[in-house]
């Protein structure tokens, strides 16, 4: 699968943006969806995670009640939308696939990724 992430962009702090992470591939549906982030200097981070049937969702606690996860099989994306964002939300945001749908919180657990689009909130 290949997965394509947009919407990133330049906001200021309380601002909202939404991202997008377009999959190629018949298999999109079956698989579990995370994104992350990685902010210069930092190691890539867990942001958000959603099961394949969308029913299950898990977030890191610095993003818990401002961001949503959530995605449209039937148009093979997922979706980032991100609220009263931060000027420490600023990163390079990824999406990633993991056909194992192991929910999990590393890196490591994801075959596929995307190519990044950056966040930047200004203060």
């Known amino acids: 699968v290949q997965l394509q992430a947009s919407g990133g962009g330049l906001v200021q702090a309380g601002g909202s943006l939404r991202l997008s992470c377009a999959a190629s591939?018949?298999?999109?549906?079956?698989?579990?969806m995370g994104w992350f982030r990685q902010a210069p200097g930092k190691e890539r981070e867990f942001v958000a995670l959603?099961?394949?049937?969308?029913?299950?969702?898990n977030y890191a606690d610095s993003v818990k009640g401002r961001f949503t996860i959530s995605r449209d099989n039937a148009k093979n994306t997922v979706y980032l939308q991100m609220n009263s964002l931060k000027p420490e939300d600023t990163a390079v945001y990824y999406c990633?696939?993991?056909?194992?749908?192991?929910?999990?919180?590393?890196?490591?657990?994801?075959?596929?990724w995307g190519q990044g689009t950056l966040v930047t909130v200004s203060s």
């Open positions: 591939g018949r298999t999109f549906s079956s698989y579990g």
């Open positions: 959603i099961s394949w049937s969308g029913d299950t969702t």
């Open positions: 990633a696939a993991d056909p194992r749908v192991r929910m999990m919180v590393v890196p490591n657990a994801y075959n596929y």
